[in-house]
C-alpha cells in the first residue's frame, strides 16, 4: 500500500519499498520529458526534471488515495519554494481500467474538488472564488496553483498522455515574471507553441492563453480534451464563507 510520502526522481530510483507500477509511471513520465527526440512541450517541467526539483507522490485506487495526496500536497506546499524556481508536484494514481477521455475529466474534477472539501485553509482573499473570473486559480492551504491532468486516454493530445491518470500541481509562484508583457513570458510561451505543433497530432488548443488576462479562464486549460473542444461551465464548487490569507494548521 502507497504511503502519504514525497519523492524525488532519486528516491524513486533507489526506493525498495515501491511496487512496479509506480517505478514503470515514473519510467514513462521520465523518458517523455528528457527525450531529445521528442522534445516535451512544458519547458519549464523539463527544466524543473533536470534540476532535480520536482516532487512526486503515488496514490493509491481507494479512499485512502486522497487522503494520502491531500496530505501530500499539504506538506509540499509548505515548502515548496525553499525547492526552486521551476518546482511542480506531480501525483500519480494507481492504474486500473482504463477509462474514456469524458470519465477521466469527470474523475479528475472530483479529486479536486475532494481535495478543497479536505482543505482546512481558507481560500486566500486576493485569489477570486469565481472559476469564471480570470484571476481564478485552484487553491489548496492558502496557495494558487496551476493543475494539469493527463491520462491514458489522451491519443492525439500527446502533450496530455500519460501511463495512467496523473495530475501536476504548479504553485502559482513558479510563474511570476512569466506573462505577457515580459521578453522571458514571450520566449517560453513561442517554444511551448512551436513544440506543441510537432509533440501533438491535433492543433495548440484555443483556450491556452496568458493568466489574468480579460478572456482568460484557467480552469478550462486544466484538462483538455483531444479535440478543441471543453466543458462550458466549471464543475468545481469553492465552498463559502470568510476568506482570509492567514493560515492554520492542517492538523
Keep these: 500500500m502507497t504511503t ?32 531529445k527526440d521528442r522534445p516535451f ?9 533536470k534540476q532535480d526539483l520536482l516532487r ?6 481507494d479512499e485512502g488515495g486522497i487522503e494520502n495526496l491531500a496530505a501530500c500536497l499539504y506538506q ?5 519554494r525553499t525547492i526552486g524556481r521551476y518546482t511542480s508536484f506531480v501525483a500519480f494514481f494507481e492504474p486500473g481500467e482504463t477509462l474514456s477521455l469524458a470519465e477521466y475529466e469527470q474523475k479528475f474534477w472530483g479529486v479536486l474538488q475532494a481535495l478543497h472539501e479536505r482543505d482546512e485553509y481558507e481560500w486566500p482573499e486576493d485569489t477570486p472564488q469565481d472559476p469564471s473570473h480570470p484571476l481564478w486559480e485552484f487553491c489548496f492551504s492558502g496557495e494558487p496553483i496551476f493543475v494539469v491532468c493527463n491520462t491514458p486516454a489522451h491519443l492525439e493530445r500527446k502533450s496530455r498522455a500519460s501511463k495512467t491518470f496523473m495530475i501536476t500541481f504548479q504553485p502559482r509562484w513558479v510563474f511570476e515574471g512569466l506573462d505577457e508583457t ?3 513570458g514571450q520566449h517560453v510561451k ?3 507553441r512551436k ?15 496568458w ?14 480534451r483531444d479535440d478543441q473542444d471543453g466543458l462550458q461551465t466549471c464543475p468545481f464548487q469553492t465552498k463559502r464563507g470568510k476568506v482570509h490569507a492567514s493560515k492554520k494548521s492542517l492538523y
Design 76 to 80: 509540499y506546499l509548505q515548502e515548496f
Design 195 to 209: 513544440r506543441l505543433q510537432t509533440y501533438d497530432n491535433v492543433p495548440v488548443h484555443p483556450e491556452l492563453g
Design 4 to 35: 502519504s510520502q514525497i519523492y524525488t526522481a532519486g528516491n524513486i530510483l533507489a526506493s525498495t519499498s515501491l511496487g512496479t507500477w509506480e517505478k514503470e509511471c515514473f519510467s514513462v513520465f521520465q523518458h517523455d520529458l528528457i527525450s
Design 190 to 192: 513561442k517554444i511551448v
Design 182 to 184: 515580459s521578453k522571458k
Design 211 to 224: 493568466y489574468g488576462q480579460a478572456s482568460n479562464r484557467e480552469w478550462k486549460q486544466y484538462f483538455l
Design 56 to 61: 512526486f507522490c503515488f496514490a493509491s485506487a
Design 41 to 49: 512541450p512544458c519547458v519549464l517541467g523539463v527544466e524543473g526534471f
